[in-house]
Every structure is written in structure tokens, then in C-alpha cells.
């Protein structure tokens, strides 16, 4: 049986029925769905701005490349501190912490005077949104203790970013009408009504948890510089002794960060958390499924507006649908999860991504916007029910002391595979005669390893730990 569909034993003056109705319960999980919606908004509204952006400071695809990977790079490469920041002085001011950082540098965006300001500015934004995420799951773990009240409030947790995401493109559009800056003043309110909220809510237990310096430093030269030669190696060619020396510094840095987790006395990855394979299974889908999903938002909006000549509301708008259903639809994935078990959800997720995406590639150059805008479901559809129930079984197989960590590792997959996914798409795109030839070359190749990961997701299991009481 799922562990979605398993209740847990609650004690006595505290049954799982009145768990999400507390004041303190209400709270978390408002301030956890705010926090991950506007860090989701903030990547959708990039996108759609981006010829705007262009059109003011100059510059090629690189650049934009950056506006966009710039803020993941930075917030992957932080989740896994931010989880152990969490566990050690407490989500609830971890998160306060980090929501700060965010509203003071979306003002930074909003007031860039160049594209190099920008930059710097999102990889800031980048900081504040790697303590939000993996802290808001881990205000949500500590409040609701039932694992099918957790399954429901994580499955809210995830409609929060994908209202964002349904919003972000046509609000994004919307404003850069008017001026592209707006985008980011956009999450100033958002993350004050967020600050404001987190008062009332429910804060983890903390634990003496040491930083491992290494590990963080490495994590972050090893991401960095991989980015960094995949990017500019699109342009500059792979070749070229600077990106070359990226790669090895990339490598290099992958295996001082291994070394660091193996040997080190207090690994802020504990790489015993990979002995499961539900683990490894679960965060290689999380990571190719953020691939396919952030290379279609980015591939897609500069194909609407520089190729066929959409406005930024018209491309807006033309998101809509996908993002739209995965906003009604995230809800449903746990009660599929719940009935049939998670597995099916994922596999079924990754399926329609899969179709969606070869969809894209098949269609003729000539294709109606509107039936090109129809396609995109699929891809949006499908992660929308791979993210709900993944996101359960990893915190259902982990200790209740290592929920910031296993969040934190989980949602550093995830970044990752939308920050190395636009980087790669965008360098596929740069070495090809045309921009629809390196599009249809970079979805289809997702598309095949969605297929894989389809299969390989068949191992997955509901740990045994969540028919256990609390």
C-alpha cells in the first residue's frame, strides 16, 4: 500500500483528523506555499522578459542565459546548506532569514542600471530562495505529523509554485508591457505578507548540526564552474583553453565534495541517504523533470517572441494552459498517489511530459501558435504529477531530523536539473545553423531520458517507516 494512503496512529487529544486545522498548522502552510510560489514566479516572469531585457542592455543569448541561470545556479548550489542551516537554528528562522535576502534583491533587479548588475543581483535572489524552499518543507514536516495530512499539505505546498507558475508568465507578460522591472518589484508584497504571516507559525525542532565548509565550498566551484563552461562553451566554442580548464576545475571540485561527504565528521550530505534506491530513483526524476520543464519555458518564450513574433503578453498567454492545469491539477496527484500508489503518478507523469515534448519536436515549423501552446500541456501536466508524490516518499523515508537535509538534497536536484537544463539548452540552440534545429535536438533527447527514468521508476517503494506511528 502507498504510504500516501497509510494513516499513521496519532496519539490520544491529537488525531490526524484536527492536525491541519490548528492555528499554527494554518500558518506553516501559508507561509510555506507563499515562499515557494514566489521563488517559482520569480523564474517564470524572467522568462518571458528576456527580449525586453535584451532590447535594453544588449548583449546575445549568453547573457540571457545568465538572467535565468544565474539565480538557480546559486539557489541549487545553497539548498543543501540551507537544509542544514534549518535543521541547526530552525526553519522557521532560517526561512524569515531567507525571505529577507529574496525581497532585498528583487528590489536589486527591479533597480539594475546594467545586465552585469542583474546578474549579480539574481545570484543574491538565488541565495535568498535556496533558505525559503528546502525551510518551508521542513516547517511543514515539523507541523503536520500524520504522513496522509503531510501527503495533502505538501500536495498545497506544490499548487502554491504552480499558481505562481500558471500566473508568472501572463503577469510577467503583462507588466513587461509596461516595463520589464516591474517583474521583480512584483515580490516585494508577496514576500511582506509572507514575513508577516510567519509569526504564527510552527517552528522544527533544532539540532546541534556542524557546516561543512568543504562540502559547500566544493558544491558551489563544482556547479558554478560546470555552468559556467556549458554556457559560455555555446558560444566560445568547447575547445577554448578557458572553458576547457572549467571542466576540469568541475570535475575536481565533484571529487573534493565527494571526498568531503565520505570522510568528513559532519557531511552536510550524509551519503548514506543514496543507499535507497527509492532515494536515487526519486531524485534523478526530480532532476530531468525540472530539465524538460525549465528548457520548455526558456526555449519556448524566446521561440514565441523572436521567431514568430508574439508580443510578452501574447507569449504570456499562450503559457497559460500549460501552467495552468498543472496549478488545478497538483491537488489530484495525491489522490492518484493516494489510490493507485505514488509509483504510478510518477511513471504516468513522466510518460505525458515525454509525449508532450516529442509533440513539440514533430510539429511543423508553421504550427499554429495555438495548437504549439495545446502541446506544451503535456509537459506541464506531466511534472505536476511526478513533484507531489516524490516529494512525500522522500520525507516519509527519512528520520524527522533529517527533513531539512533530505528536502534540501532533493530540491538541490531539482535546481540543478533546471539550471544545467536551460545552460544546455541554450548551448545546443547556440551550436546549431538554426534556433528550431537545436530546440527540436534538445526535447528530444529529454524526451528519450524521460523515457528511461520511466522505466527506472518502477523500483520505486513507499518506505516502510510510514505505517508507523508517529
Not at 210 to 237: M, R
Not at 429 to 439: E, I, N
Request: aromatic content about 8%; charged content about 10%.
Amino acid at each position: 500500500m502507498s504510504s500516501l494512503s497509510t494513516q499513521k496512529v496519532a496519539p490520544a487529544g491529537n488525531d490526524a483528523s484536527t492536525t491541519s486545522r490548528t492555528p499554527h498548522t494554518r500558518a506553516t502552510l501559508v507561509v510555506a506555499m507563499l515562499g515557494f510560489a514566489v521563488v517559482t514566479l520569480d523564474t517564470q516572469v524572467v522568462n518571458v522578459a528576456l527580449p525586453d531585457i535584451n532590447r535594453d542592455f544588449g548583449g546575445d543569448l549568453t547573457g540571457l542565459q545568465w538572467v535565468v541561470t544565474g539565480y538557480t545556479l546559486m539557489f541549487s548550489a545553497l539548498l543543501l546548506f540551507a537544509g542544514t542551516l534549518s535543521d541547526r537554528i530552525g526553519a522557521r528562522r532560517a526561512y524569515g532569514i531567507g525571505m529577507s535576502v529574496f525581497v532585498l534583491a528583487s528590489a536589486a533587479c527591479g533597480l539594475a542600471p546594467s545586465l552585469g548588475w542583474l546578474i549579480g543581483a539574481r545570484l543574491v535572489q538565488g541565495i535568498g530562495a535556496a533558505l525559503v524552499t528546502p525551510t518551508s518543507l521542513a516547517l511543514i514536516r515539523a507541523a503536520y505529523q500524520d504522513s496522509a495530512e503531510r501527503a495533502r499539505a505538501i500536495a498545497y505546498w506544490a499548487m502554491g509554485g504552480s499558481i505562481a507558475a500558471a500566473a508568472g508568465p501572463v503577469l510577467g507578460g503583462a507588466l513587461t508591457e509596461l516595463d520589464w522591472r516591474l517583474i521583480f518589484f512584483l515580490n516585494l508584497p508577496v514576500g511582506a505578507v509572507a514575513l508577516l504571516v510567519l509569526r504564527g507559525a510552527a517552528d522544527s525542532p533544532r539540532h546541534v548540526v556542524p557546516f561543512d565548509i568543504t562540502g559547500q565550498i566544493s558544491a558551489i566551484a563544482g556547479l558554478g564552474a560546470l555552468t559556467y563552461a556549458v554556457i559560455e562553451g555555446g558560444e566560445i566554442g568547447y575547445g577554448e583553453p578557458r572553458i576547457v580548464i572549467a571542466f576540469v576545475v568541475a570535475v575536481l571540485a565533484v571529487g573534493v565534495f565527494l571526498t568531503a561527504q565520505a570522510r568528513g565528521r559532519h557531511p552536510m550530505v550524509p551519503l548514506d541517504l543514496f543507499t535507497s534506491r527509492t532515494m536515487s530513483v526519486a531524485l534523478i526524476v526530480g532532476f530531468l523533470g525540472m530539465v524538460g520543464f525549465y528548457g520548455v519555458v526558456f526555449l519556448q518564450s524566446l521561440y514565441f517572441q523572436q521567431q514568430r513574433g508574439a508580443s510578452p503578453l501574447q507569449t504570456g498567454l499562450l503559457f497559460l494552459p500549460m501552467t495552468g492545469l498543472v496549478a488545478l491539477l497538483n491537488p489530484l496527484a495525491a489522490r492518484v498517489a493516494n489510490r493507485f500508489g505514488p509509483a504510478t503518478a510518477i511513471i504516468g507523469g513522466q510518460l505525458v511530459m515525454a509525449a508532450g515534448l516529442a509533440g513539440l519536436v514533430l510539429l511543423p515549423g508553421d504550427a499554429p501558435l495555438i495548437l504549439i501552446a495545446a502541446v506544451m500541456v503535456g509537459v506541464g501536466v506531466g511534472g505536476s504529477f511526478t513533484v507531489p508524490p516524490i516529494t512525500a516518499l522522500i520525507l516519509d523515508s527519512v528520520p524527522h531530523h533529517r527533513a531539512g537535509t533530505a528536502s534540501g538534497v532533493f530540491n538541490t536536484f531539482r535546481q540543478m536539473g533546471g539550471s544545467l537544463g536551460v545552460a544546455v539548452y541554450g548551448a545546443v540552440v547556440s551550436t546549431q545553423p538554426t534556433f528550431q534545429r537545436g530546440q527540436h535536438i534538445s526535447l528530444a533527447a529529454t524526451a528519450v531520458l524521460l523515457l528511461l527514468t520511466a522505466t527506472a521508476s518502477l523500483a520505486l517503494r513507499a518506505p516502510a517507516a510510514s505505517t508507523e506511528a508517529a
